[in-house]
């Protein structure tokens, strides 16, 4: 297993594109997750086979692997066994998965996940979690670490701004290092996440995603108003 606390005070980039974004394909993240590396990330987040490979390939920094599943269904981070051996076989040294206490249609519960990984694949575990009860569960079950990437997008609306009091609240309960994920924008979102109780941050959109940053900003632009 890979030593974690080269996470420890830094920042790890997501690097991920849907299909709708012109930047998808494994060429586009691979070069995102260069730029990144060079711009002083600790680690990088990707999604999918194709993308970990190629981004392996291209830079010394350790990934954080998920497979998402889109198939309507609520949980679709790394759901299953297949997916976590998948991303585990293209040269993920880190497994995130959905941790969060929802029901799983019949799939693997998050312990029987977190188990699968840690003792078949031999990796260490990040929970992508919801709620300081379901960071407390993952832990148990082994999770190396616990983050807040699915805080606010479990409910009925997903908030605009990162959720540091979740942050602050499962670095209380939690043993294990606590991760903020989501929402984090600016330089002081990551500043107020640490002070937060953050062991390391994880920063994607504000970062790989082009569009979504010219939209925020075309948003202060007169003709939009």
């Known amino acids: 297993m890979i030593d974690l606390d080269v996470f420890a005070g830094g920042v790890v980039v997501s690097c991920q594109a849907r299909a709708d974004n012109p930047l998808h394909g494994p060429v586009h993240m691979a070069a995102m997750a ?3 590396e060079r711009g002083g990330a600790v680690g990088i987040r990707a ?6 490979a ?10 954080i692997g998920i497979r998402k599943i889109l198939d309507g269904r609520p949980v679709y981070i790394t759901p299953t066994f297949e997916t976590a051996r998948e991303i585990a076989a293209a040269g993920a040294d880190l497994i995130a998965l959905d941790a969060t206490l929802r029901d799983r249609d019949g799939g693997p519960g998050p312990g029987e996940l977190i188990r699968y990984v840690r003792e078949e694949l031999g990796l260490p575990v990040m929970a992508d979690c ?3 009860a379901s960071a407390v569960a993952a832990a148990r079950a082994g999770a190396e670490l616990v983050s807040t ?10 908030p605009r701004e990162p959720d540091l009091a979740l942050v602050t609240a499962m670095a209380e309960e939690v043993e ?14 990551v500043a107020a996440a640490f002070d937060a109780g953050a062991w390391a941050v994880v920063v994607g959109t504000a970062v790989t995603n082009p ?5 925020r900003l075309a948003e202060a632009a007169p003709r939009r108003r």
């Open 54 to 63: 190629a981004i392996r390939a291209e830079v010394a920094l350790p990934i």
């Open 211 to 215: 569009m979504r940053i010219t939209a």
């Open 47 to 52: 999604e999918g086979a194709a993308d970990i």
């Open 176 to 189: 294990v290092p606590v991760v903020a994920e989501g929402r984090l924008w600016s330089p002081a979102d």
């Open 34 to 36: 260069v730029a990144a």
């Open 149 to 158: 990437t699915l805080a606010g997008y479990t409910g009925a609306a997903v």
């Open 130 to 132: 919801d709620s300081v």
